[in-house]
């Protein structure tokens, strides 16, 4: 089990991040551009901007707290990094006020989608998994984003499994595994195969497990080695 705690280490520490936002509250949508392209292609941009550090911190330096400094000593960060970056450090109820004065402003349904996806995330840390639950679920129905589309559907796959509903735990992640294709590079992609290993542990089924963990490592193995 050495090979699966190294790797949920690995994937918990980044994926309640996805989804990155690095714009202003009035423009939700048009800097998803960075995920896209990082996520979908693996290419990852060489700019200097407090949001391009923000997003380095997160995904490839794994740094919550260096990620966490940035947002707050620069003032122009979009405000859900910055709740983003509380979130990181388990700052949650500073997460929360900064997201209560987002959600006060008018948005459209997209734009809810974003933001209400992290309000989605402080419920399940705060071990409130029927909340996360029916946060995912209506936010969903709003049709934001495709990476938002992926991170909700992780996040809510984790909430039927932490409720003990495998049936529609396994239902997500046969979702989510199609979904992943579009975006190989991230971190739903490597959270979403382990989740889906302890799903079949929890159910007994442990050589399908073992087999999805190898599977699993030698892929990670094989990335580190390029």
Not at 130 to 141: E, H, M, P, R
Not at 166 to 174: A, Q, Y
Request: contains cysteine; charged residues 25%.
């Amino acid at each position: 089990m050495l090979q699966f705690s190294c790797l949920l280490q690995r994937a918990s520490r980044l994926h309640l991040y996805e989804s990155m936002l690095t714009k202003k509250p009035k423009d939700f949508q048009a800097l998803l551009n960075r995920d896209f392209k990082h996520f979908g292609a693996g290419q990852i941009e060489m700019v200097s901007s407090p949001e391009a550090g923000i997003h380095s911190a997160f995904f490839c330096e794994v740094d919550s707290r260096k990620a966490l400094a940035l947002a707050s000593t620069h003032e122009n960060v979009h405000p859900v990094l910055k709740a983003r970056a509380h979130i990181g450090v388990g700052q949650l109820s500073e997460a929360s006020e900064i997201l209560a004065s987002i959600e006060s402003e008018s948005h459209g349904s997209e734009d809810r989608a974003e933001y209400g996806l992290d309000q989605a995330r402080i419920a399940g840390l705060s071990g409130d998994w029927q909340k996360c639950l029916a946060i995912c679920t209506d936010l969903l129905g709003t049709h934001p984003a495709g990476i938002t589309v992926v991170s909700l559907i992780n996040l809510r796959s984790l909430a039927n499994f932490e409720l003990k509903d495998f049936k529609s735990c396994l239902n997500d992640l046969e979702q989510l595994e199609k979904l992943i294709t579009l975006y190989p590079y991230s971190v739903s992609a490597l959270y979403s195969n382990l989740l889906q290993v302890k799903l079949y542990a929890f159910t007994g089924n442990l050589t399908r497990a073992e087999s999805k963990l190898n599977a699993i490592w030698d892929k990670t193995l094989r990335s580190e080695e390029r």
